[in-house]
């Protein structure tokens, strides 16, 4: 009999009981604890499992070893000790800062009666002072060190990150809740804060100096998720009849410097229902992100060539807001290779996986048109496997046409937009592709057997036209791609006055 898919699943006690399949994780948990400071960070994007993971260390500091019956941790583990638990959970939303307080009030309030202290709580009470008295409190009533377990630490910053003032007094009073850690080392055994977004230490962890960020660390690269090899052990049974590389390029992809991983809410839904969709995208989307392009001008071509710096991936506060770091921490763009540049590790991004880079580029169109391109896509799709140029240049013109003037007032719209429009189809595109003698706009291979090369150029003067396809034939970006069996390539060529295609020229090269 099947074990069953363990969907939406963050209670390890449940998961194990009911008899739900589980990727066992416990390697990595017995190392934070026996290996490390003890104080611990981790960053992962949206439904990657983080919530599981605390529920599992939770259950293990309780000393339920029946649950861990079989996994690597089992024979490994101090059973005859235990030790009570601090679970703090910021998931549900909050609209402004009075909420923020009385979500603390309540997580707190439910800690005091799971761990039997007897404490009345008034609203007015100080959240800090309560904290302090908590872990204390309890460390007095069972001569027990604490283990500490915070997950969401951000999303009451993030609910509110439109709005900056109301962000900034959310970020004090966390600032404050996280203080109370400092200098109580003595009644503190183990601490994992969880998050989307990493802020400065600075602004929200100041002082807090032995929290160690294992964020982008090698050996916990696969904590959360599913390597390639987990999925085939562990869902043997759901993947018979499955194309493995159509699943790998559909979800696979995430990479945190361990192995590539799956998203396991993604990959489990596609197990259950069979079939190709947009699971994590549609669960996952972070509209404040979205929002925050729009004001910077959709430059977003550049994200994934260029080389980015540990520091600038992290760089994420109230008052600068790094698209980059935002998309890298949210999930739309994930680390493709690292490398070191003099004694400097630098680090290449790129959409994880289809799934993503489809539907951001969707999403991202609609937020320049105002409508979903679902029907363009489709249309240019077929165009481009049945090589029509013409119907090609038709369908990017009637799109042209859905942008609105104002938006248009913005030459980077117009590569952005044509980017998302191909990138939509959920073929592999290459954006600025590098070659010995220059750089291509736009590549677009499709199904590994035809290539489009594509160069876009603005222009106000006549003389100006056939410039696009001239530079692709004369610095020969078609001969890298010349294992393919079909080579096109063409220039688009746009107005900048009239906003339309003056010019478009193809040829078939191969």
């Keep these: 009999m099947k074990k069953l898919l363990p969907i939406g699943i963050s209670d390890f006690k449940k998961l194990r009981e009911v008899g739900y399949v589980y990727v066992d994780k416990t390697e990595y948990i017995y190392r934070l604890v026996k290996e490390g400071?003890?104080?611990?960070?981790?960053?992962?994007?949206?439904?990657?499992?983080?919530?599981?993971?605390?529920?599992?260390?939770?259950?293990?500091?309780?000393?339920?070893?029946?649950?861990?019956?079989?996994?690597?941790?089992?024979?490994k583990w101090e059973w005859g000790e235990s030790y009570p638990v601090i679970r703090i959970d910021f998931a549900k939303d909050i609209v402004k800062k009075e909420d923020y307080k009385r979500r603390v009030i309540q997580e707190l309030e439910k800690n005091y009666i799971n761990n039997e202290i007897e404490q009345r709580i008034e609203k007015e009470e100080d959240e800090v002072g309560l904290f302090e008295k908590l872990i204390i409190s309890i460390y007095k009533r069972y001569s027990k060190q604490v283990v500490i377990?915070?997950?969401?630490?951000?999303?009451?910053?993030?609910?509110?990150?439109e709005d900056k003032k109301e962000a900034e007094e959310v970020r004090k009073e966390l600032k404050a809740l996280y203080s109370v850690l400092k200098g109580l080392d003595r009644y503190i055994k183990f601490v994992l804060i969880t998050g989307v977004s990493k802020f400065s230490k600075v602004s929200l962890f100041s002082g807090l100096n032995?929290?160690?960020?294992?964020?982008?660390?090698?050996?916990?690269?696969?904590?959360?998720?599913?390597?390639?090899?987990?999925?085939?052990?562990?869902?043997?049974?759901?993947?018979?009849?499955?194309?493995?590389?159509?699943?790998?390029?559909?979800?696979?992809?995430?990479?945190?410097?361990?192995?590539?991983?799956?998203?396991?809410?993604?990959?489990?839904?596609?197990?259950?229902?069979?079939?190709?969709?947009?699971?994590?995208?549609?669960?996952?989307?972070?509209?404040?992100?979205?929002?925050?392009?729009?004001?910077?001008?959709?430059?977003?071509?550049?994200?994934?060539?260029?080389?980015?710096?540990?520091?600038?991936?992290?760089?994420?506060?109230?008052?600068?807001?790094?698209i980059e770091a935002l998309m890298y921490q949210t999930g739309y763009l994930t680390i493709k290779e690292t490398k070191r540049i003099e004694n400097e590790r630098v680090y290449v991004l790129g959409y994880p996986n289809r799934e993503v880079r489809q539907s951001f580029n969707r999403e991202l169109l609609y937020y320049i048109t105002g409508e979903y391109q679902s029907d363009r896509t489709s249309k240019l799709k077929m165009a481009l496997i049945e090589e029509d140029m013409e119907e090609i240049r038709r369908q990017i013109e009637i799109f042209l046409e859905t942008i609105s003037y104002e938006v248009m007032?913005?030459?980077?719209?117009?590569?952005?937009a044509i980017y998302g429009l191909m990138y939509g189809m959920g073929y592999e595109v290459e954006i600025e592709d590098r070659t010995i003698k220059g750089r291509i706009d736009l590549t677009l291979m499709i199904n590994r057997k035809k290539v489009y090369i594509i160069e876009l150029k603005l222009i106000e003067r006549e003389e100006e036209k056939g410039k696009?396809?001239?530079?692709?034939?004369?610095?020969?970006?078609?001969?890298?791609?010349?294992?393919?069996?079909?080579?096109?390539?063409?220039?688009?060529?746009?107005?900048?006055?009239?906003?339309?295609i003056e010019n478009y020229e193809y040829k078939r090269v191969k």
């Excluded at 377990?149 to 990150?161: A, M, N, S």
């Design 37 to 75: 400071s003890g104080y611990y960070f981790l960053s992962r994007p949206r439904r990657f499992g983080k919530s599981l993971l605390l529920s599992t260390i939770e259950y293990l500091f309780k000393g339920e070893r029946e649950l861990y019956k079989g996994l690597y941790i089992e024979d």
């Design 210 to 322: 032995q929290l160690e960020d294992i964020s982008l660390s090698k050996e916990y690269g696969n904590i959360c998720g599913y390597t390639q090899e987990e999925l085939e052990k562990n869902f043997k049974e759901y993947l018979e009849g499955v194309d493995l590389e159509e699943v790998r390029e559909w979800y696979n992809g995430y990479n945190f410097l361990g192995e590539k991983v799956y998203n396991p809410f993604d990959i489990l839904l596609y197990l259950r229902n069979r079939e190709l969709d947009n699971y994590w995208y549609e669960s996952g989307k972070t509209e404040f992100l979205f929002k925050l392009i729009k004001t910077r001008e959709y430059k977003l071509g550049y994200l994934e060539k260029e080389y980015y710096t540990k520091e600038i991936l992290e760089k994420f506060d109230i008052e600068y807001i790094s």
């Design 468 to 500: 696009a396809i001239k530079q692709i034939e004369e610095r020969e970006y078609y001969k890298k791609y010349m294992n393919y069996d079909k080579i096109y390539i063409v220039g688009i060529e746009i107005d900048r006055n009239k906003k339309r």
């Design 409 to 416: 007032k913005n030459e980077n719209v117009y590569q952005a």
């Design 149 to 161: 377990l915070v997950d969401e630490y951000d999303k009451p910053i993030l609910d509110v990150i």
